[in-house]
Structure formats: C-alpha cells, structure tokens
C-alpha cells in the first residue's frame, strides 16, 4: 500500500511528534512545580499547556486508533476472506471498547452545568472507544459475510476414517 520510502518518512515524523510533545509535557511539569510556591488560580474554562497537548496526544491518539480498522476493512473487502484474521482480537477489543466508553458515560456528572465540560473534557477517548466499536461491528459482519460455506448435501453423514477401538481384539 504505502512504499517503503514513505512509509519510513511517516514513521520518522511521528517519533519527532512524540519527542516534541513528550518534551513539552516534561518541560511544563518542571515549570509548573518550580512555580508552585507562586500559583495563581485559573478559571475552570481554560486550559494550560499540559492540558492541552493531553487533548493534542487525545485526538492523535483518536485518528490513529480510528485508521487502524480501515486497513483490514479494506484488506477482508479486497479478498472477500477474512481467514489469517483473529476475530478474538475484535471481540474482546470491542468488549474494551464498550466498557471504556461506558466507564466515561456513567462518570459523567449528575448536575447540567458539568456535563458540557466534562463531554467536551473527554471526547476524543468518547471519539476513539465508540468510533472503534462502531467500525468494529463492520468487521464482525464481514466475519459473518465471509465466512466459508461448507454445504453437505443433507442424506450423507461424515465416514469415520479411523475405528474408534484400534487395540481391541476379536471375541
């Protein structure tokens, strides 16, 4: 799909992603702790530098965990098979999926004011645990749609290829 070149540029800009922000939290959380003795208080609407590269790496995160499913989505619909495929993998993701997303949703709070915020706080995990569970349905029905139809014409019944008692001798 991608070639080799360009696959290794993406690879190699995503590290220098990941440094950069890693870099940045780090850097905001020794600036934070030095100025602690000075803290102003902020207002709950806005947001500090180590928040929002949380939000940053939460919506990477979001897009990437999201673009993972397209590739077999599109290689089973390519093929027509999903063989080589582990559905386990898909099912129990999607069952992490739906309780991570439900753990989200219960936690909201109980008064209106929150809610918003709290939403807006978490979207991009809302984003990537339904988003995947969502696109996970579509290759559990591709598990459903591809799998191997083995008929058997209905009067014949399996022969045994091996006798079920090998070491018994003749009465």
Wanted: hydrophobic share 45%; charged share 15%; aromatic share 12%.
């Amino acid at each position: 799909i991608l070639g080799s070149k360009s696959l290794k540029n993406f690879c190699i800009t995503w590290i220098v992603v990941c440094v950069a922000l890693c870099v940045i939290v780090l850097c905001q959380l020794l600036l934070r702790n030095q100025d602690q003795s000075t803290v102003i208080e902020r207002s709950n609407n806005s947001l500090d530098m180590i928040e929002m590269s949380g939000f940053i790496c939460g919506y990477i995160s979001c897009v990437f965990y999201l673009g993972s499913r397209f590739p077999q989505l599109y290689k089973n619909f390519q093929r027509r098979s999903t063989e080589g495929t582990s559905y386990l993998l898909f099912a129990l993701a999607m069952m992490g999926n739906c309780t991570y997303g439900l753990s989200l949703v219960l936690k909201m709070p109980a008064t209106e004011s929150f809610r918003a915020l709290y939403f807006l706080h978490h979207l991009p995990w809302l984003i990537g645990s339904f988003g995947v569970l969502f696109l996970d349905i579509f290759v559990t029905l591709q598990f459903i749609l591809y799998r191997p139809h083995r008929e058997r014409p209905s009067g014949l019944v399996a022969l045994e290829v091996e006798p079920l008692l090998v070491s018994e001798e003749p009465a």
